[in-house]
Structure formats: C-alpha cells, structure tokens
C-alpha cells in the first residue's frame, strides 16, 4: 500500500529542523515590516504561515493529526515565496542553507493532499493540472496558439545549425495575448545586440514550475525528464527564460535532471550585454522606478544585482527602493498558486500592499521581472484610487535602445 | 463545545477571527518548546480590551476554561488548561502602539504586541527598551511580562498594566487612572495604592490577560562601546563582575555578557578557546567622550586581573561600536543562530551572584554527565553554550545549554525533554530558580514555594478567579503529560 504521506516522510529532516519559534510570523526589522505577507492578509491564524504549517506536518507525521478536508486551507495558503526561510535564519553551520525548507515542506504537504484526497482540493488547482494532461500548458492554450507571439519575427526553430541561444518563452507569456509584445521586445532588443535567438515554437515544452508548485510532484517529475531530454536535443549551448519561474525551474530541477544547456533569465542576460557594451541604452526614461524582486529571481536564485546594474544603466531612470527590498522583499502575492486560492482576492490585496509601500518610496512606476509579478500586480494597479503603472525591465531596455522592427 | 457559546464569540470577536476546525486547533498544539502548546476547542484573535472584556465575560458565564498565547515562544509549555476544552485567546492580533510619549517618556501599546516590532517603534521616537534575554522576535510583550520579566530586564520599566479579570472586569495598575480617577497619564508605578502591576507580572498570565502595558522610555544611547577580553579562571571573571556591578549597574547602559568554553569553541574559526572565558562588556551612552571613558575605566578593572586582548576579539568589539549617526549592522546571537546549533536542551539558571562559584562548576558538571549518557543512546551533542550576566547588581542570570544534532526521531525529543525537566529539578534542589513562570516550569517553582507564599497566591487566584477558568494548570495542580 502507498504511503499516503510519502512527499512529507521525505521532508522529514526539515520538518524536523524547525524550533517552532515563531520568528517566521513574528519578525520585525527597520528592514522587515513583516515577514509572511499572508498572515497579513488573512485573519492571521498559525496556520497561515510557516511555524503552523509545519508543527501540522508533523502532526500527520507522528500520527497526531488526521488529514481532513481543512487541510487544504493550510497547504494552500501560502505563496512559496520563501521569505520565512531567509528571516528564520536558521542555517547549515557547513553549508550556510536554510536548514527549515518551508517550500519543499509545503509543496510535500500539496502533494500528499493531492495524491490521497484531490476532491478536497480545490476546482482551480485540479483544472491547471487537467489542462497540463491535455495541452501541455496548465493555462489551457492549444499548441497551436503557443507560437502566436512570434507571428513575423521569423525566429529560427531549434534543433538548428549556428544557433546557440535558446529563447524559452513559457506557458504564461504564450497564452497571454497581453505579454506577446513583450516577449516581441524581447527578441528585437536581443537582435539589436547581435543575437538571433532560436525559439522551440510549438513544441516548446511547459516547464512543469506551476505543477510542482501546487502539489502535482510526479506529473511534474515526468516532465522535468522528458523535457530534459528534449531540451538537450534542442543542441543550444544557452538557454534565456523570459518567465523567472521557468528560470528558476529550468535552473534547479532540470539542471539536477541532466540539462547540458546553461540557463539564464532574460534580465541578467541584458545586463552582461549592457555591460559588454553590445547594447547602448540611448533613450532617457526620467522616471522614479521601483523594482519588485520576483521570488522566483531573488530569494530562490539570488538574482538582485542584475536588474539594478539594468535600470541604472538607462538615462534618467532613478531607481527607488521600499523598505524591504532584495531577499527582505515581500511577495507580490502571485506566488505559489495564489491566484487561484480564494479566487484571487488575497492575491489582489497583498498586491495593492506591495504597491503602497513603492508609492511611499516615492516610485511613479513599478517594474518587474517576471509574468506572474506583473500581471498581479497590474491587476491591482488598475483598482488603486491613484493607478501605477506596471512594466517589465523589458519593456524600459526596448524603448532606450535603438531597436529594429 | 456549546453552541450558544461560539455564536457569542463569533458576535464579539468577528467570525473570521475564531476557528474550530481541527487543522488551525491542531496548529497552536505546538510552542517553541518541547513541552506542547495548547489543546484548544476554540481559538480567537480578539482586537481590543473591550473584545477580551466581553469574551472573558462570556467564558466566565459558560465555565470555559481559557489559555492565553502571546507569541508562542515559552520554553517550558503553556498552561494545559482543559485539554479539549480550553478557548485559547491568541493575543498577537493586539498589536497597536497606543500612545508615544516623548515628552513623559512612556509608550503604552496592546499587550500582544511583539517586542521588535515595539522597541522599533521606541527607536524611531529616539527611545529604546532594555531587553538584554528577550527572543525579542517572537515574544510578545504581554508573554514577556507574564512569564519571563523576572529576569528580563523590563519589569521594573512596567508602569502600568490594564488587564481583564476571569469574569471580564477591566482593571488598570499603577500611579495614573488606574488609582487617580482624575489622571489622565500614567506615569508612576507605586503612586497612590500597592504596587499591583507587580502582582501582574511574572504571573503566568494566571491572574488576568493584559491586554494594554505603559512601560517607562529610556533615550535611545547614540554610542555604543564594547570592550572583549578572555580570562582563563572563572574566579577572575567573578571578580570583575563583582567590581563591575559596584560600580556602575549593568541594567540597562551597562551590561556585562561572560561566555564559557563551549560559546567561545564555537565563536573560533579554528575550534579553539574550550579553556576560556569571554567577558563582553558594552557600554552604551550619549557621547562618545562619556562613553570611552566609561571603556576605558571598565578596561583598567579587567587588565587588573589578568584579562586578555586578541586581535580578532578586538576587531569584533570595534565592529560592535557604534558612532552617533552609525547603524551597527551587527546583531549577535539572534535566535537563527540558536536555532542552527541543533535541538536545543535549554539550561538556564538565576541564582544571586554570591553563590556563582560555588554552583556555576555543579552546572556544567551535571550538563556533561547528561551529554554522556545522550552519547551512550546514540544522540550527539553538537554544541555547548554557557552564558551568564548579571541581571542586577545581585543576580545572575544565565545559561548552561547543549545542542544535540537534530535527527527526526521521538526519542531524541523525550530525551531533551527529560534533560531540561531534571535539570531544573536538580537546580531547584540548589536552591536556584529559573526566570520563566511558564508550562512546567511554574509548577516546579510552586513546588518549592513556602506556606505562606502558597497561601496568599491561593487566595488571590480564588478571589479572582472562583471558577478557576484562566490558564489553569500553571503553579498549583498537577503537571499533565508533558507534550505533543
């Protein structure tokens, strides 16, 4: 008989780390109003955040707790965004990693709720997963539509000859007309530094980031090794995310998979072309600008130079900060399947927080990085009494350097 | 539980603030202990006075036995109450700063509030609270006072408490409107009747749950100096502390840290300092000039006796100083560190400085036979931290702790578990007591209280509390099974 708790007997260790202290809902700095944005926007149980979450696996654990159909509120409610692990500080004396690994506890909680009771999981979750089964893409876009951004730019399909960047545009920014030009800019600014990236077209493959995230382990273990293997026949020596959760996928599990190629997110590969001076930012963008650092990219990559060594390489842009920025920064509220719990409503109002907190820094417009950050985001700007705009990095670099069509 | 009961509840409290289902109960069954939190029916988050007022009120009515929980970082358990049965009331949603007041140099705030997020709020009004062993992150100030101020550093700080009594009466302490019914500002603690804010604190939250605290401000020191010395005898390092609390008082611009060999092995880039003895002394002023000399006198004292400069000690005391206008970055023993050294068997001891040299050697020696016998089950002790401080010019506060490497094993857990319940057993027979009026530990403190002490602490819970319905279980009935 299968062990219902399989996912979170492999966390064990993690589990196991944790004090129970508390620092995880509680902490307070001059740097960190508050560390677990949804404790915040909920009525703040333990359960909410990460010290609750796990004394509960270890109740299912030890046998002290039954799983129920509650057990979803405490599995789903939670962005992944990692912020308790950086302000637990609780840290390998070795190797200097975070010794209590919410993410994999949560995402091993998911997975078991899923695996023995998906019925108490809810409708949202399970669609994505259906629509994976049936498109290959959790958002439900056909293949057929996932090269439609690309219509006319006449982008050299992989495996091919003399291509060695792979330009991997993910499910989200295919299936949301809204991102096309984006990903459009993408390509005309890479162009405009000399680079003519090889895209995989229709047979792109989702990444499998949004499936291990809400909890389908096995679907996005299959996946990972098919794409591993078609990936690595694609024959590119680099391949550039536009979508920091593939970025962060691609980078972790696929790496650990076998993936030959390097990975790279589309904003530190601008940044080493701004710094080789193969891309000349001319156009000035005076403006107050405050970037969000996607967890995908910060706290789960470590990426938080980069797209400031790209905002302040463009003229007249000045870069504002919020209080709790780089790994302190709060989750836009997107993170780990978020828009789907509650139908989005918290989502949306840790987003206006996210928001606030950037106005006060004195920014006029907020900037991200990835597809998830901006969509939530901007879905929240459009309801503030005081709209802000809401940009990719992208969409800054296209309009400063001379780009051709 | 009733029905009538949560529907009144969810009334006072708002339905999205009470929760039943046994995923958020299960929850709250844990604290930063061994020991477990709380078995709870029903949990709420009130938001006001007047909210644990009525829900008190109600409670009392129906003979439901209540726990209080601030921010869940007890060591030694909560109160067991009724397992099954209680209301827990988790009091971190109570997190307002009611009132800063520079000018009478007081801040009253709600007394769930978490002490970071309280003495950031002091600094930025250019004020800071003393809190030297507060887990200043996780602890709320309410838990602070109730279990732990004994040794903290604040209790004397504490103006004024309002707290709500077992049948959901308002009271409010101290010199000011709780005994003035023509003041308005609370601003001394003994004016005007006895010191009942004492009688709240440190009580294990068995007597009221505070839901409002005026603490007296103390100006935020713009210097900090620290000087770091090693010492090979303890001896030598009781003497100082002795000379040092003669004078000036460590509490709250002086404070004097001594860390033992474990603490230093682990300090050392290379293992070394198992012999030693680091005395950390800051001194903590308003210009620099004050505040060198105040070094500068604390160094003569320590070279005196034989205290010892390394240079890397040297450069970490200059990164700990701190300028007017400079923002030391450095913050020391977080609890993260703690929490990465392994499963922690807590061993701490206050005892009057007197007795230091005699008791601190049985201490340690009782810790290693216990890290053997761990050896000899297969658990090992990864880490060893000793610290002491004098807490006032008579006491001593400190630790004597071990860290076992964490293993997800139920055996480990009852194991430590064990250690740090025997240990404080064992230091009870010295006659120490801890700090903490928490879980298990109130229990064992009881039980060494004399008649008369029991006497009158029995009179007044019964006065206040006839139906014994708050955070029962603490001081005088018999301990439960210990633990989740």
Redesign the interface.
Known sequence: MTDPLQSLRRC??T???C?????CG?????KVPYVCPLREAT?????FYA???I??A??L??G???M?S??A??AYGCMLCGNCMTQ??????ATAEP??DTVRIVEALRADLLRVHPEWVAEGYRSLLAATRQYDNPWGAPRSLREKWCKGLDLPRAPQAGCDVLLFAGCTIASTPALHERARKAVQVLRAAGINPAIMGRDEPCCASVQRRIGAADMAGDMVRANVEQLNAAGCSEIVALCAGCANMLAGDYRTAGLKARVCHIVPFLAALLEQGRLVPRNAYPHAVCYHDPCHLGRHMGIYDQPRAVLRALPGLSLVERTATRQNTLCCGAGGGMRVFESGTLSLDIAREGLASARKAGAEVMVSACPFCEINLDAAAQVLAEPMQVLDIIDLVHASVEVRG | MDADFLTDLRAIVGD??V?T????R???????SLFGGTDAAV?A?PASTDEVSRVMALAFRHAVPVVVRG???SIYGQPPGVPGENLLL?M??MNRILNMNPQGMTVTAEAGI?M??LQ?AC?SAGFYLFVPAA?V??VSLGGWLSGAAGGGGIWWEIISITAVLPDGTVVRTGGGPGTHVRQTEAYSRIMGGPDFTGMFIGDGGSFGVKTEVTVRLLGLPAVTRASILVFRSLDRVLDLMARHVARVSPHPFDPLLVFGPGANELFSADGSGADLFTVMALMQGHTPAETDARRDAFEAIADELGGGHTPELDALAGMMSRAPDQESEMEMF????F???G??AWLPFNMPRTRMAEVYPLLVQWREERIAEAGRRGFECQARFEFMAPSDQCSVTGEVDAFFK?????ELRAFVREMILDYQKFTHELGLLDVYNQGMMSRLNAACWSDGYRALYSTVKQAIDPKRILNRGLWLERPPEPG?
């Open positions: 064990a260790d589990i196991y780390s004090r129970s202290c508390g620092m509680n902490k307070m700095t001059a009525p703040g149980f333990d359960h010290r609750g979450k004394v509960i270890r109740g654990l030890e002290a707790l039954e129920t509650d057990l509120e405490a637990c500080g609780a840290t390998d004396r010794l209590v | 999205s603030y929760v289902d046994p995923v958020a299960f929850a709250y069954r844990q604290d930063a949990i988050r921010g869940g970082s988790d971190t949603r978490i970071s997020r950031h600094n887990p992150h996780t977080g609890l993260g560190f929490n990465g050294l499963l922690a964490d293993v997800p094993s139920l989740v």
